[in-house]
Structures are given as C-alpha cells and as structure tokens.
C-alpha cells in the first residue's frame, strides 16, 4: 500500500501520559499536514510541514502539543500531558508539488486517541 | 475567518432515490472547494473538487456539485444513489493563496438502504 500510513491506529491512555502518533506520507509528497477530528465533527486543521519545515501551527496546537517532521520525510506529532479533551482522531495528509495550488490532500486513515 | 455549513447531519435514502446535500462556506474572495467522503473503515478521500470554470463539476461515482457564487454554496448531488454511497461526506473549502490548509464541514452521514 503506497498510501498515508499512520501508527498506531488506536491509542488508549491515562490522563497525564505522554503519545505519540507517526505519519509517514506518500513518497515524494513534500507537504505533510496533521488534522484532528472529534466526534461529530469535520477535521480541524492542526499544522503543516513543507519538506522539514514547519510553517504553519493552528491556534488549536497548545504548548502541549508538538510535531516534528526531522528529515522532511515521517512526522510525529506528540502530545505531553493527555487531557480528556484531546480525545479524537487524529489525521495525517499529505500533498506533492502537482497539487500545492489546488489544496488536494490525500489522508491516513488516522490515529484514534482514548483518554481515560 | 472562513467557516463550511453543512445543513444536513443525517440523511437516510432508499436506493435509487436521488441525493442532494447542501454545502454553503463563508469568505469574500477566491476560493477553491471540495467534497471528500469517507466510506465506512476507509480514509478521507476527495469525491470532485472546483477551482474555476465550468460552476458544475463531475467526480467519481456518479456525483456532481454546482458552485453557485451568490449563494456561497457548492452542493453534492447524485441522481440515483446506491447502497455502496453510504458514507460520510465532507464540504471543504480553501482560499486562494491559502492552499496550505482545507477548512471543513463538520459533515453529512448519508445512509442508503436497499
């Protein structure tokens, strides 16, 4: 499978732990972007990388939040201190140069958070 | 800021039955629009997408969406729908200039039953 790869799929964890999800993108794709969905919701955007740049953090990305991308290729984005409220799916995207100006992204079938 | 409504949470059709969700975004400016659906255990994948031109653009599937500028609304339509459509489907929406992030509806669970 070639497409958006996302580890773990399901995470349950105390309130205080520390996760971390990866995302590795589709090859070749030099923008990765991280969502996070809660239920009844549609994704909310979380940040974006260009190749190991991060160039753009959402107001939703607390201080506990980070995510890194270090050789422009997997990210992870960690979460320190879980709170029940960061329960959620969260989604990797990722886009390559044929699509920066279209906004087409092409998703991971997400990491889904359980805070107990 | 930009927002995506979507007017419909839950829909539920018998097979055959004809499809229309309604997508409706706020901003001013250019903007670039998608409907992406999510199939029951898959990823979020893009159905069809409108950037310029033609206001009436074809996806997969047998979907289509109309851009209507004066309305702001982009809506979903499918003239005969079938068991496999039930899905969840998202309207997004991303200006132009600002390719680096979608910004969507909290979307539209679509039921079909044979």
């Known amino acids: 499978d070639t497409g958006v790869s996302q580890n773990p799929r399901h995470k349950i964890t105390k309130r205080g732990q520390n996760v971390t999800f990866r995302c590795d993108p589709i090859s070749e794709h030099n923008r990765l972007y991280w969502y996070r969905q809660t239920l009844g919701q549609g994704p909310e955007f979380l940040t974006y990388?260009?190749?190991?740049?991060?160039?753009?953090k959402s107001r939703l990305l607390s201080d506990r939040f980070s995510a890194e991308r270090p050789k422009g290729s997997f990210s992870t984005l960690e979460i320190q201190r879980t709170e029940q409220g960061d329960s959620a799916m969260y989604l990797c995207?990722?886009?390559?140069?044929?699509?920066?100006?279209?906004?087409?992204?092409?998703f991971g079938e997400g990491s889904r958070l359980t805070v107990l | 800021a930009q927002s995506v409504s979507q007017h419909n949470h839950h829909v539920i059709l018998s097979e055959a039955a004809s499809l229309e969700l309604g997508c409706n975004y706020s901003?001013?400016?250019?903007?670039?629009l998608f409907w992406y659906v999510q199939y029951p255990g898959q990823h979020l994948q893009l159905l069809l997408k409108y950037f310029s031109g033609d206001p009436l653009v074809k996806g997969i599937k047998g979907f289509e969406a109309e851009f209507i500028k004066s309305k702001f609304s982009f809506n979903l339509r499918k003239p005969s729908v079938q068991w496999s459509d039930t899905a969840e489907y998202f309207c997004a929406v991303t200006s132009s200039g600002g390719y680096n992030k979608l910004i969507f509806g909290a979307g539209t669970r679509l039921a079909v039953h044979p």
């Open positions: 901003y001013g400016g250019t903007v670039n």
């Open positions: 990388f260009q190749n190991e740049a991060q160039l753009e």
């Open positions: 995207a990722s886009s390559h140069p044929g699509t920066y100006n279209t906004g087409e992204l092409f």
